[in-house]
């Protein structure tokens, strides 16, 4: 008799498990079961026990839709390709072990759909039947030439078990594949509908709408609907977590470097996974034990016995041999057929020994397994929820790129010893999804540098206003239908959906930055635009037909049943954004230079002020200049960036074009007005007066200006033409603005002096340090000083008075100095480098991104700011954070940031003998230098954060906000 235990797992997805006998366990999930046969010592009933440690392996299975009417295009290949050496292959592996709860695939929806296609499924009988026409061809060229059969018998009985796998699921893999899901054997998932860059995406209802449909089309084959998403390349942000959440996705997968940076710090590290601020599940990749895998220096399939690649007999048999198993048009394309292996790093590769290659393959799953029990043994037992690994892959990358590797799979999943405790996500989450930690985690993937710059370069930024374009279309189209669309109406909207989403697959973006089908992904873009737009016209002049719809869907027939709800209800999101402006308040900032335009301090301020104003609950639209490669509008650190095009881009003139700018920037201003109730305009300097006083009157909201620097202040009050029409536009935004704020005492003074202007209506909010730069605080021992002082290139800077000093302080000091920045007094500079004879011990480097700046700032001893005129004084701010000396003059917002011989060095500024008494001085006294850096150090850390920049920022944007509601009473 057997006795029945069931249990109730608590969690997020609450699964039913059922216990029969000590041979076999149901699994009652999303409405499914799945049951499968597990020994009574499974990895898995001991693992529920010891939670010491869990392995998931993730493979993601993905295409970009490549099914085309027209006959032998190219690009199927991929497809054909992938299911004969990956697919088919990882299917067999897969369900040979028998291992259940061990495996998750995500497949996504364009290959759900082109593995479901019967045309493909008729294509690709005939692409495996060319194969092996080809194959018993060579059986003969090899006798002939007195070649063992031996590969070839290998490569016989490999597409036998494809034939016999066709027969036996009559070509249908997908069945296949669910036949596996239910089963037990791996658990399924999906991912966006078109595999789009998600956070890219200009709308919340455009992401929505990938994932929508991306869930209706697993639905649709699966008959259930997954609780878990893959999200293409793992981007993630908070916009893609709300919508996952509403949508009801429990889990999610990113990189490693997300959960290490998210805030606050999980106790766990990457031990185990976190919850997003909307709930979702966050499974972090492991980065140590994937990179085993696809590391392409140390990883496996690098091994010299595994099979060549990039070797196949395509391209080494004479072309009228191989001729009719290529393409028709002539062009040489992959057989299949390969038969050398790796070898090593030589041109000539050895042939290719499938029995020591499978020999090398348990060893490495071995070895892989031994890694997963020494990284259990070493975290295992300290964590709570219990440890857990977890190595997602691209499913293409086992057999297509890494021919051995469904064979690995199996082998590492046939575990005699059950040394490796399996688990998949959804079982780890119910099970303890209650105890996992709530973070907030920045915007990451699992691309080149963890960031997006994979999807968005100078080689495929240009895609990006196109299915902007595209989706604001939508928006409009919804607006216009309100909720109220015909079916024809609808209808039309779907395809301009599927045209949408269809050109806004990521693959055309990482096709064009790897430069490899360039040509075809550009097409493809510019197709389904054309297509879009030639559709929109047509409905809007009343041609549009159902016949010309019916058309165009067989052209490309993917998702029939395409909903395009998440645009169509395109009013209540609307409302949703309107009641949250109710609580928080929408600041308009207006600045012509932000990242990555970089010409001065006013960037970094900018930036940083922005980014901690949103945290303080502040809704920032940033409005600023255009910059090629860069998105026109874009959500990052919570900001909204929107850049704009001068009216006048190719001006003669920097007056021209910022005029024009400025121009731009209204337009914009009072185009956002429709959508955002902007409560405040906060502008920088007098580069956006013009913008800033035009959107005050057209928008009647009141505007707060910091002001960075000044034209008289520059000058000493001697101004020119030019710099009168500069003074007057200040004059000008001073006058218009409810309330300034300056950085220093100085500029405070400087304002009332030279404008007249009101102490009373002046704040003062120093600049700040970023606590994201990390410093080496450590005195670097070196016995040449190293001197270092950067900033923009002009006279006001002082670094002519730095050159005279060290021409005068002659061979008295051993030194090398670097002078980093860019400006129009850099010929000056190298000028006075060749008369004084500096060249050996000076140097300019031009400009210096963060990562550089701060790696300079570390091999300095002394940080010398020699300006005349400085405001405030950013870079000794920065200087002095990073524990450095600062030699400084004795000018505007230094004198007051500086405490003579306490934390930095001053001098009158342009007085050369005093700088160079101060360097002797340093030199004679390292211990000074140390001492000072230290001093610096700390008192910026405790007096210059950008958070209470924000804080007391916010105190004047409510002293503004007060004095307008009494002055409109």
Same mark, same amino acid.
């Given at each position: 008799m057997q006795s029945s235990l069931q249990l109730l797992l608590i969690g997020q997805i609450q699964p039913l498990i059922h216990w029969h006998g000590s041979k076999s366990v149901q699994l009652i999930m999303n409405g499914k079961i799945i049951s499968?046969?597990?020994?009574?010592? @499974? @990895?898995?009933? *001991? @693992?529920?026990?010891?939670k010491e440690g869990f392995y998931s392996i993730v493979l993601h299975a993905h295409l970009p839709y490549v *099914?085309?009417?027209?006959?032998? *295009?190219?690009e199927e290949n991929w497809l054909f390709e992938a299911i004969t050496e990956s697919y088919i292959p990882l299917i067999n592996a897969i369900e040979q072990a028998n291992k259940a709860h061990?495996?998750?695939? @995500?497949?996504?929806?364009?290959?759900?759909?082109?593995?479901?296609?019967?045309?493909? #499924? #008729? *294509?690709?009988?005939?692409y495996l039947k060319n194969t092996e026409k080809l194959l018993k061809k060579e059986y003969r060229f090899q006798k002939e030439n007195g070649v063992s059969p031996g590969l070839l018998n290998f490569y016989k009985e490999k597409y036998a078990r494809i034939r016999s796998f066709q027969k036996r699921w009559q070509g249908r893999v997908l069945d296949a594949i669910i036949q596996l899901d239910k089963r037990g054997l791996m658990t399924c998932i999906t991912s966006s509908a078109t595999h789009t860059f998600l956070p890219y995406l200009l709308t919340e209802q455009g992401i929505r709408l990938q994932v929508q449909e991306g869930l209706r089309c697993f639905e649709n084959h699966f008959n259930y609907r997954p609780t878990g998403f893959w999200t293409p390349e793992c981007a993630f942000n908070e916009l893609v977590d709300k919508v996952l959440s509403e949508e009801g996705i429990c889990y999610t997968f990113v990189d490693e470097h997300t959960v290490s940076l998210a805030k606050p710090s999980p106790k766990n590290g990457t031990s185990s996974p976190v919850l997003s601020p909307n709930g979702v599940a966050l499974f972090a990749r492991h980065t140590e034990l994937s990179a085993k895998v696809w590391s392409s220096t140390d990883g496996y399939p690098g091994d010299e016995w595994y099979r060549e690649f990039y070797r196949d007999i395509a391209y080494e048999r004479n072309w009228a041999y191989i001729k009719p198993y290529m393409h028709p048009e002539g062009i040489r394309i992959d057989s299949g057929l390969k038969f050398n292996r790796i070898t090593g790093d030589v041109e000539k590769k050895a042939a290719y020994e499938p029995e020591r290659a499978k020999k090398r393959v348990i060893e490495h799953a071995d070895h892989f397994r031994q890694s997963i029990n020494e990284q259990v043994d070493q975290h295992g037992r300290s964590s709570s929820p219990p440890y857990l690994m977890m190595t997602p892959f691209d499913a293409e990358l086992f057999g297509h790129w890494w021919f051995e590797g469904p064979l690995w799979i199996n082998q590492l999943l046939n575990d005699s010893t059950d040394s490796?405790?399996?688990?998949?996500?959804?079982?780890y989450l119910s099970q303890y999804g209650h105890s996992l930690e709530t973070v907030s985690v920045p915007f990451s993937t699992w691309g080149r540098d963890g960031d997006g710059s994979v999807w968005l370069n100078e080689r495929n930024s240009w895609v990006y206003p196109i299915f902007h374009q595209m989706e604001e279309a939508l928006l409009t189209l919804a607006n216009r239908f309100n909720n109220q669309a015909t079916e024809f109406e609808t209808n039309v909207f779907n395809q301009l959906a599927r045209e949408w989403m269809l050109a806004t697959s990521s693959d055309w973006a990482f096709i064009m930055d790897g430069d490899t089908s360039t040509q075809y992904a550009v097409s493809r873009i510019k197709e389904h635009e054309t297509r879009f737009h030639a559709l929109l016209n047509a409905f809007i002049s009343g041609e549009a037909t159902t016949s010309r719809l019916n058309e165009q869907y067989a052209e490309y027939p993917f998702l029939p049943k395409v909903q395009g709800t998440a645009f169509l209800n395109v009013s209540r999101h609307h409302n949703q954004d309107v009641t949250k402006l109710t609580t928080r308040k929408t600041i308009l900032m207006l600045s012509w230079e932000y990242p990555p335009v970089i010409a001065g301090g006013l960037s970094v301020h900018v930036f940083e002020l922005a980014k901690a104003l949103a945290k303080q609950h502040y809704d920032i639209h940033v409005?600023?200049?255009?910059v090629e490669g860069c998105l026109p509008y874009m959500k990052e650190n919570g900001i909204h960036v929107h850049r704009v095009q001068s009216l006048q881009p190719d001006a003669r003139s920097f007056n021209d074009w910022i005029g024009g700018l400025n121009f731009a920037m209204v337009r914009v201003g009072v185009e956002l007005a429709k959508s955002y109730r902007i409560d405040l305009i906060h502008a920088h300097d007098w580069l956006v007066a013009v913008a800033a006083v035009g959107l005050k009157q057209k928008l009647e909201i009141p505007i707060l200006v910091t002001i960075h620097a000044t034209e008289c202040g520059r000058t000493k009050g001697h101004l020119n033409t030019r710099q009168k029409l500069i003074h007057s536009k200040e004059q000008r935004l001073m006058q218009e603005a409810k309330h300034l704020i300056v950085c220093s005492q100085a500029m405070k003074k400087e304002l009332s002096h030279y404008y007249k202007i009101s102490e009373q209506k002046i704040s003062i909010i120093p600049n700040a340090v970023s606590e994201a730069r990390s410093y080496n605080y450590t005195l670097p021992t070196i016995d040449t000083l190293q001197i270092f002082s950067f900033g923009r290139l002009v006279p006001e800077k002082g670094f002519q008075t730095l050159l005279t000093a060290l021409y005068e302080l002659g061979d008295s000091i051993v030194m090398n100095v670097k002078i980093a920045g860019e400006g129009p007094y850099k010929t000056v500079l190298e000028e006075l480098i060749t008369d004084y004879k500096l060249g050996n011990r000076v140097h300019l480097t031009g400009f210096l991104d963060d990562k550089q700046c701060s790696q300079a700032l570390a091999l300095s001893q002394i940080i010398v700011v020699p300006s005349d005129y400085e405001p405030f004084g950013l870079v000794a701010l920065e200087a002095m954070y990073a524990g450095k000396a600062v030699v400084a003059s004795k000018v505007g917002g230094l004198k007051e940031l500086i405490t003579n011989g306490e934390t930095g060095m001053l001098f009158e500024p342009g007085d050369v003998k005093g700088l160079c008494e101060i360097l002797i001085h340093l030199q004679e006294n390292p211990s000074l230098i140390g001492r000072l850096g230290r001093a610096a150090a700390d008192y910026v850390t405790r007096h210059f954060s950008w958070e209470q920049s924000a804080i007391q920022t916010g105190i004047e944007y409510d002293r503004v906000f007060q004095t307008n509601k009494l002055s409109a009473h």
């Open positions: 499968a046969v597990i020994p009574t010592t @499974s @990895s898995f009933e *001991r @693992s529920v026990v010891m *099914r085309h009417l027209e006959e032998h *295009r190219l061990a495996v998750t695939l @995500s497949i996504s929806p364009p290959l759900i759909e082109m593995l479901a296609d019967p045309l493909l #499924k #008729k *294509r690709y009988h005939l490796v405790h399996w688990i998949t996500p959804e079982i409005v600023t200049c255009h």
